[in-house]
């Protein structure tokens, strides 16, 4: 059997045990110390200066911490993408809150603006304004920022840009993950990089940092008594694994390039295929390419396709199959227009690791090509 060949699977610079190291060395075995205020302004460099990270355990830990800042509460309602990872999801049910999911459009498989709007005016005709709009660049692709953004003002409601999948990519120009008025990052094991598991929420406001620090360590007021006039969260970045972050740092640039080389590998090889289609970069998009994800002709092709690979010991994944799909969310208020349904009945994610090697390309190719 030839050796298994995963989906996205971690890929270190070498450089992440020297920070381990000097953590050990420091006795900074805590959820705070120079690794990780090194790693925040590592982001900080990378994703431009005006911006100001809070390291976290999780990407979903982000998500929830923001969704708090946001005054999201018990009864209130929040937008979010039905096509995406059930984490962009559940902390707005953590925060006792309603999701209302919309559909995805095709140029970028992300919130469709139109039904967007469309969503907005029915819920507040309804009753209820969105307190908030989950986004998310799924698979590194961006969401029309531009057009998302213009009736998130219209309608004054603040966007969260989850872009756990998309560090590395840009719109016209401008990072991925510093478009929402609160942004989130993810690094957990498959990610782009990999602090083993953790996360970071991103913000223009030095306050709201401070803030989101501030209920991540339990919310402890000023006080040498422990005073509390908060819920708490115990959300911080360990100091260890923040060291892993700070390796991956120096590596980021290489990771999104040899992904995007992953995906033109694939499109070059595969595209003379007519069965196969690929989602192209609109105008003025980046995408990081996290993973390389492949439209066939329906769902008994896709399944097929993934049973061969997995025989072949290919890891592969269907798309994300939609919120509006699922069994824990069938009671939510859900937006649809076709797009995520028929992206998950069509779509599969190949191996997209940045240490894959041509050989294993090869050996991916040469399979898809002999089911064809
Ligand atoms: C991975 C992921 C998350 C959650 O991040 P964790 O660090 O795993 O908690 C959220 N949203 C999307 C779209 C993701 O892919």
Redesign the pocket.
Known sequence: MNPKIWLSSPHMSGKEQEFIKNAFATNWIAPLGPNVSGFEKDLETYLNENTHVAALS????A?HLALVLLGVEHGDEVICQSF??S??ANPIVYQGATPVFVDSEKDTWNLCPEQLETTIKDRMLKGKKPKAIIA?H?YGMPYNAEKINKIANTYQIPIVE?S??ALGSTFKGIKCGTLGDISIL???GN?IITTS???ALVSKSKALKDRAVFLATQARDADVSYLHSNIGYNYRMSNVVAGIGRGQMTVLDNHVSKRRQNFEFYKEHLDSIGDIEFLNEPNGSFSNRWLSCILTPNLKTREALRQLLEINNIETRPLWKPMHQQPIFKDAPSYTNGVSDTLFERGLCLPSGSNLTENELDRIISIIKSYF
């Open positions: 999780s990407g979903t830990a998500i995406t990872f984490a962009s998310v799924l989850d756990a999948e993810s690094f957990n990610k598991g953790g996360g």
